[in-house]
């Protein structure tokens, strides 16, 4: 019930094109749903965040939608650059008491210019 | 120094050897973690500390032992590990314990031969 399930585990997308990555959770207690990017050799970077009583957020290209009836939520790159390539984890909460961030497994993105 | 940072950045070491992992943290936070990154695994949380107090060990094996001195600080001892042990090893921090906005220094790899 703690996991979190994230596709595809890798994904290649053309310069310009549009990146999606999804998750599924099963945990109704989560409530904070942030994003990850981790290029090679650096630690995982806080990418952008949702909560469950919004059903998309926007950053500039990227966007979170989430939908929770389904228990999924998804990261959308627009017009995705060369230098997006890097792994992107998703992750979820329940905060207070519970310390614990569930991550997915990680998606490898790769930008071909 | 900004953010949160790791040393050493790489370490090698026989089953039978004792090292440290030093992590220490510039942002003012109230909580420090200690994460395992393995391929193709979710990040594994080990260790919470909030305001210097372990508040969290998720089932780690006791080969690994931390240690908060205060606030800005943090540390991995390693003692008799094994080679599965071999990871990249995460330390991160947040203003609050709990929080999902975690901030990461690049990791100690670890290689255990």
């Known amino acids: 019930q703690q996991q979190v399930k994230q596709s595809p585990q890798s994904l290649i997308v053309q310069k310009g094109g549009i990146s999606i990555i999804n998750c599924a959770y099963e945990?109704?207690?989560?409530?904070?749903f942030p994003w990850y990017q981790q290029f090679p050799g650096k630690g995982p970077a806080l990418l952008i965040a949702?909560?469950?009583?919004?059903s998309e957020k926007k950053e500039g290209r990227f966007t979170i939608s989430f939908n929770k009836s389904a228990k999924q939520f998804s990261l959308h790159i627009m017009d995705s650059q060369p230098g997006d390539s890097a792994t992107y984890f998703c992750?979820?909460?329940?905060?207070?008491?519970?310390?614990?961030?569930?991550f997915g497994k990680g998606t490898l993105l790769t930008v071909n210019p | 120094e900004t953010g949160v940072t790791q040393t050493p950045r790489h370490l090698v070491m026989g089953m039978t050897n004792k090292k440290s992992l030093k992590c220490e943290q510039h942002?003012?936070?109230?909580?420090m973690y200690w994460y395992k990154q393995s391929a193709k695994k979710p990040l594994e949380l080990m260790f919470v500390y909030s305001l210097e107090e372990r508040v969290e060990n998720n089932s780690v094996p006791s080969r690994f032992s931390p240690e908060c001195p205060n606030s800005s600080h943090l540390f991995l001892h390693l003692h008799t590990l094994q080679p599965e042990d071999s990871a990249l090893y995460l330390c991160?921090?947040?203003?609050?314990?709990?929080?999902?906005?975690?901030?990461f220094g690049e990791g100690s790899r670890l290689t255990v031969l």
């Open positions: 991160a921090s947040s203003q609050d314990p709990g929080s999902g906005e975690l901030f």
């Open positions: 949702i909560r469950p009583d919004v």
């Open positions: 942002l003012g936070h109230n909580a």
């Open positions: 945990n109704t207690a989560f409530d904070y």
């Open positions: 992750a979820a909460t329940s905060g207070g008491s519970n310390y614990k961030l569930t």
